[in-house]
Every structure is written in C-alpha cells, then in structure tokens.
C-alpha cells in the first residue's frame, strides 16, 4: 500500500508563485510515473504535468513555460512550482502517483488534494 500526500497550496495574487509537494509513503513498492492534475469547480479533472522515472517531463499546453515538475528518487517526492500564476488556475490540485509492488502489479494512488487559489 503506498500513501500520498499533497501540500503547498495556498491563497496568491496573480502573477504570483506557489511551489506544491507531493510525498509518497509505504513498504516494498517502486515509484514508476508521477503527476500533477487539477480540478476546478464544475469541470473535469485535467492533466498539468507527468515525470517518468527517468526524469521525462510533459506539461499541458495552458502551464507550459510557467510550472515545473521536478522528482526525488530517493525521498519519493515530488514538486510544482507554479511561477507567473493566473486566477484560470484557481483549482484543487491533485498528486498521482503509478506505483507498482512486490508482485510486480501497478496500481494508481491518488492524494487528498490541495487548494490553489489566484486572486485579480
């Protein structure tokens, strides 16, 4: 069993930064991807930005050049820092993580999310 957790998130004026952290947590597991996700009232949950194990990093075309995605192998962590912020990213954001175990199974662990806010 893996356990995720978010923090970071916060209340910021536009053109602000914010700088989100995810950890994950448990016994005999290996991280493969890891994510960051949004959700906005009313609307879908949407994709940000993925880090392969490798390092390969993706970004939404909305965030691009303006967030980055970063990992620690070795403490199981991850970070979005969020820089030039607009209140269109005013969301409750989400860590993912793709984690697989003893038995070689690959299983998707969501956290509780953390609240964003961008103020005009």
């Known amino acids: 069993q893996v356990q995720v957790v978010e923090s970071g998130g916060g209340l910021v004026q536009t053109g602000g930064s914010l700088r989100l952290s995810c950890a994950a947590s448990?016994?005999?597991?290996?991280?493969?991807?890891m994510g960051w996700y949004r959700q906005a009232p009313g609307k879908q949950r949407d994709l940000v930005a993925v880090?392969?194990?490798?390092?390969?990093?993706t970004y939404a075309d909305s965030v691009k050049g303006r967030f980055t995605i970063a990992r620690d192998n070795v403490k199981n962590m991850m970070t979005l820092q969020m820089n030039s912020l607009k209140p269109e990213d005013t969301a409750v954001y989400y860590c993912k993580v793709l984690a697989s175990d003893q038995r070689s199974y690959t299983f998707q662990y969501w956290g509780q999310g953390t609240q964003v806010t961008v103020s005009s």
């Open positions: 880090i392969t194990s490798g390092g390969r990093t």
């Open positions: 448990g016994s005999s597991f290996s991280i493969n991807d």
